[in-house]
């Protein structure tokens, strides 16, 4: 590599085709060129940053209270918008041909530019005269006494390995000089490259989710089954959105053993800003057998390729257990016992309790046992209470006090019931299921994308060259030229270290 | 060098001189650190009680930067040794109290939630991990992080001497960052389930570095761009546009303010942070505003003409404008501060006022539609709500629970936080204009600013990219998918391809110089949009922060 052309890969500007040039290429080339050009790759992100950000101004038909913000619109934004598929921008069809259009400028920019930057570790540049490197970011001159040429390089040498330059190679000059030259990081030219690797990587695993993902939602209550999952479609047509549903069978049957939330105020509600988790404890049943497992939040479960998550939960407040007081109408000492969730339990006597339901807020509407709400206004359990002699009755526990007299408090098998505790849990849990083909590689990308990144921006290639000339008189004139591809102040640093190991002076302490 | 040097006998690279220049260099840098670890330790074994809480440190480090800014500016006019010291432990200090306000806010809300479980019956065992309670959770613990990744920045690179001044604009944006930390307010709150995760600390951990070193990278910018020869003019003329934009869009709709002449800031009701969209009138704010635009509406017709037609007489009264808009800006702030804080209002006599504090009836219809949407009601539904029922709905709860409404600084964070930011904009671009040779012989050459500016882009942009990475590998654990084009997870999208496109712009055919900075600074606005707008304007997974 001569001399101009190391300084033209140095500045790495591209130059403009002469006019000429433009029009005695083919409409291939020209367009090529246009491709790889790195202006035109400015040109693209500025375009990919304008319709991204039209995709967060506008809102999307996926996001939540979209039917409201639709409905906001004149008919004539919401012609424009829908005409130019803003409320979808991200699976626009000019969206995905920006995409393409950049992944190809990057491979095409990347192949261009690669001979050059290749060119530093496959022929780096050891010789330089004193013009050149006088021409350099960082240089400096000054007379060295030694006894001979060999004696100053052999001293040079030794500094650049003091500097951590271990690997210098000498090039011989006319009239008896002699160039020193060493190199740090070389690789680090083609550090962007693998960043355009990396980034590649990523968008083709965006390619395979968009392409292949299936996620949908699985809505489980203790003691559900399910073998499919129903993934919500977003239709937007004139009258505003229309929320669909599409089922995905599962190679697998799921059913739910039990749901917890851990709440931080026992007392307070079951709501998020009080809750710590949500477990959901699964059996997941196929031609292997039977697996149990539990997903709670940021927990996820992996099966087969599918991801189970916690994504929400239906807030009508159920019990996990209920502890029941039980008080015999003979005046003997009340016998306390916890019943799980659709469980049962047996008193000393022998009988058996089960709680058949638990209202949060209970309320009879039309005969039949409800609730009014799902806070837990005022709770009660259901039981089914079977004698040890074969009767059964049904009987209701309140957490409340309730009046003397009420129909719902009055004994049932000998007992007088009271609900004296439970353990506060949704209705039901929803899981999220996913399977996603293109996460890994994704992952892979972005594995590669922050090893390059700090490959790329914490190192630096530095160049040192020092160049001997025997002076007229005694000893022997030295210059000193360095180059850096970034962080001029730590190339700085190192020449003033490597030109006091040189010298012998003490440094010049910049603070 | 003529002096010819004598052989050593052997040779050895100075390193123990070299590592002593770093040690001294980064002292300023590391002893905040240390101090705020030790003044956390003290907080633990000391117990809550009477110790100094995270809210007044917030309040000391906002005093240490200003401080810090104020010396290091002077030092840029009148160069002392002694100016820029006291600058440099003025940052130092309001690193210091930064760190520690973050630190200790996470040593009180662990104390604050083991006391509720305790109280709950949860045995030692059942205690959440500590990470749990990283101050990370919402917009007022990422302002604090923010700032603090500022200041750490700040703090290292003005380890070198030729870059010592970047304090003297980053600092004041460090300061704006405090500002708003103030307006949002320090409560604590219940740890939403999600971000219950060890990904968060790692996430937005790197978010706070990242947003810390982008400010950094775009004072730099604006630095470099006025020692190219930007003219100060130029940037007014910009700051002006903004600060306009500011006064057209706050007040709850656009263009009220200079409609009606009168700003009316948002309530609350009382014991709750929810900002209620019913506007109280502040009585002279709104003309102070409007002043304010009408004289930089001004210095825009004058400055353009003075920065494309030479017109020196333009340019003269184009700075006495900005100097009334500066006082109009300022005056609107006192205003709106002193007489937000308190006091009683009720119905605006006559409908509207300029002088009362008072809020008016023609919002009476629209609060009237709020409400009925957030009882569940569909737009359609709301839309056939007859106007009068909606303002007597208003009505009836202004009989109601009027009494509860109350006016408080940390309703409107955004807004207020954007006037005073709008304020400090003019205040540089007066202070640009102010001796501006002088200013730029004390800044750096230009290569040197360029080179900090490519240097902390770079890092930005590598930070972002990291940002990017572990948000994505966090959704994917929590929320099954690792990309859903969420309006936060897009903003810093956006960012981080703008410095991408800063990075490419350096080695792209007309893109070199000042283009290339004219990047980083949209860039940061980028970062800003993404911190802030999404946050209070645009809805998604990220609402809490």
């Known amino acids: 590599m001569s001399a101009l052309e190391e300084t033209k890969a140095e500045i790495r500007v591209e130059a403009a085709p002469a006019k000429s040039e433009r029009a005695g290429a083919s409409v291939i080339t020209r367009v090529l060129n246009l491709l790889s050009s790195v202006r035109f790759g400015v040109t693209m992100l500025m375009l990919l940053v304008a319709l991204s950000m039209i995709g967060m101004l506008v809102m999307q038909k996926q996001v939540d209270k979209f039917d409201l913000y639709f409905a906001g619109l004149t008919p004539a934004t919401r012609l424009l918008f829908g005409t130019l598929g803003w409320f979808d921008i991200y699976n626009v069809w000019y969206f995905n041909l920006l995409l393409l259009v950049l992944s190809l400028n990057i491979v095409l920019a990347s192949i261009d530019r690669f001979p050059g930057a290749f060119a530093y570790v496959r022929k780096p540049k050891a010789n330089a005269g004193r013009t050149w490197l006088k021409t350099q970011e960082v240089h400096d001159s000054f007379n060295l006494a030694a006894d001979s040429r060999d004696g100053a390089v052999r001293r040079i040498e030794e500094a650049y390995k003091a500097v951590g330059l271990k690997h210098s190679r000498v090039t011989e000059r006319p009239g008896g000089a002699a160039v020193v030259f060493a190199q740090r990081n070389t690789w680090n030219r083609l550090g962007a490259y693998a960043v355009h690797v990396a980034l590649l990587t990523i968008f083709l695993g965006g390619f395979l989710t968009n392409m292949f993902e299936h996620n949908g939602q699985m809505p489980l209550a203790p003691g559900d089954s399910a073998a499919q999952i129903s993934e919500t479609v977003f239709n937007l047509d004139d009258r505003g959105l229309q929320l669909g549903r599409s089922s995905l069978p ?26 710590i988790d949500w477990l959901t404890h699964i059996k997941i049943k196929d031609e ?224 | 060098m ?87 432990w003025g940052a130092g200090l309001g690193y210091f109290f930064n760190l520690s306000s973050w630190l200790i806010r996470w040593v009180a809300a662990h104390d604050r939630e083991l006391a509720i479980l305790q109280k709950n019956g949860y045995g030692p065992d059942q205690m959440p991990w500590v990470w749990r309670y990283i101050p990370f959770a919402n917009l007022y613990d990422l302002s604090l992080a923010f700032a603090m990744g500022a200041g750490l920045t700040t703090m290292l690179i003005s380890g070198r001497r030729s870059f010592r001044f970047i304090g003297a604009l980053s600092l004041p944006i460090a300061a704006l960052i405090l500002i708003l930390a103030r307006f949002i307010g320090g409560e604590f709150i219940n740890l939403p389930p999600v971000l219950d995760s060890y990904w968060r600390p790692i996430h937005v951990g790197t978010a706070s570095i990242a947003y810390g070193v982008a400010l950094v990278c775009f004072a730099a910018a604006v630095l470099y761009l006025l020692k190219v020869g930007t003219k100060p003019e130029s940037m007014a003329i910009w700051s002006s546009i903004f600060s306009i934009a500011v006064i057209a869009t706050i007040g709850g709709q656009i263009g009220r303010i200079v409609l009606t002449g009168n700003y009316a800031a948002s309530t609350v009701f009382e014991g709750s942070r929810m900002s209620l969209p019913f506007r109280v009138i502040i009585p002279y704010v709104g003309p102070a505003l409007v002043a304010a635009a009408l004289l930089m509406a001004g210095v825009i017709f004058l400055y353009a003409r003075y920065v494309f037609k030479g017109d020196a007489a333009a340019r003269a009264w184009g700075h006495r404008l900005l100097v009334g808009a500066l006082v109009a800006q300022g005056l609107a702030i006192v205003l709106m501060a002193a007489q937000i804080k308190g006091g009683e209002f009720g119905p605006c006599p006559g409908g ?18 709020w409400m009925a949407g957030e009882q569940g009601m569909s737009p359609d539904q709301v839309k056939a709500i007859p106007a009068s029922r909606l303002r007597g709905t208003t009505e009836e709860f202004l009989s109601q629970r009027g009494s509860s409404l109350r006016l408080s600084l940390n309703a409107n964070p955004v807004e207020f936080s954007a006037v005073v930011t709008a304020f400090a904009a003019t205040f540089f671009a007066l ?91 949209v860039a940061f606005l980028l970062v800003i949009f993404t911190y802030l707008g999404v946050s209070y304007l645009l809805p998604g997974l990220h609402s809490y922060a």
Request: glycine fraction near 10%; include cysteine.
């Open chain 2, 431 to 521: 202070l640009f204009s102010f001796r501006t040779d002088k200013l730029r012989a004390a800044l750096p050459s230009a290569d040197k600013l360029d080179g900090l500016m490519y240097r902390t882009a770079s890092v930005a942009f590598a930070g972002l990219a990291i940002l990017l990475i572990t948000g994505a590998i966090w959704a994917n654990e929590s929320w099954g998918r690792y990309w859903g084009w969420d309006s936060k997870e897009t903003g810093a999208f956006v960012a981080w391809l703008t410095y991408g496109g800063f990075l490419h712009s350096r080695i792209a055919r007309g893109m070199t110089g000042k283009p290339s900075a004219y990047f980083a600074i």
């Open chain 2, 2 to 88: 003529s002096e010819v040097m004598d052989t050593p006998a052997r040779i050895t690279a100075p390193k123990l001189d070299a590592g002593a220049w770093s040690l001294r260099a980064y002292l300023p840098a590391l002893i905040p650190i240390v101090g705020a670890f030790a003044l956390t330790l003290w907080r633990i074994w000391a117990g809550g009680e009477n110790f100094i809480d995270d809210g007044a440190l917030m309040m000391l480090a906002l005093a240490g930067y200003l401080v810090g800014a104020a010396f290091l500016l002077t030092n840029l006019y009148a160069p002392s040794g002694m100016a820029q010291k006291i600058g440099l």
């Open chain 2, 352 to 369: 509207s006022s300029f002088t009362n504090k008072c809020y008016e009836s023609a919002q009476y219809e629209g609060f009237g539609a």
């Open chain 1, 250 to 275: 599962l190679p697998f049957e799921v059913t739910c053993t039990d749901i917890q939330q851990k709440l931080i105020r026992l007392d307070g509600p079951i709501t998020a800003d009080n809750t």
């Open chain 1, 288 to 511: 292997t057998g039977e697996h149990t497992a539990v997903v709670h939040m940021n927990n996820p479960h992996d099966y087969r390729g599918y991801r189970f998550f916690q994504a929400s939960f239906i807030n009508v407040g159920r019990a996990r257990q209920i502890n029941l007081r039980a008080s015999p109408e003979s005046g003997a000492q009340p016998v306390e016992v916890a019943i799980p969730r659709d469980g049962s339990a047996t008193l000393p006597d022998g009988t058996r309790i089960e709680l058949l339901s638990f209202q949060p807020d209970f309320t009879m509407q039309g005969g039949q046992i409800t609730t009014a709400s799902g806070e837990y206004n005022n709770p009660a359990a259901q039981l089914l209470v079977r004698t040890p002699d074969g009767k059964q009755e049904r009987a209701f526990a309140f957490a409340q006090e309730l009046p003397t007299g009420a129909p719902v408090g009055r004994a049932v098998g000998g007992y007088k019931f009271r609900l004296a505790s439970f353990e506060k849990v949704a209705d039901a849990h929803v899981l999220s299921v996913q399977k996603d083909p293109g996460a890994t590689v994704f992952y892979v990308g972005s594995a590669l994308l922050c090893l390059t990144l700090s490959m790329v921006f914490f190192f630096s290639h530095q160049r040192f060259w020092t160049l001997v000339e025997p002076r007229d008189g005694a000893g022997f004139e030295v210059t000193m030229g360095a180059s850096v591809n970034r962080n001029q102040v730590a190339l700085e640093d190192r020449f003033k270290r490597l030109k006091s190991a040189i010298t012998g002076e003490p440094i010049e302490v910049e603070s």
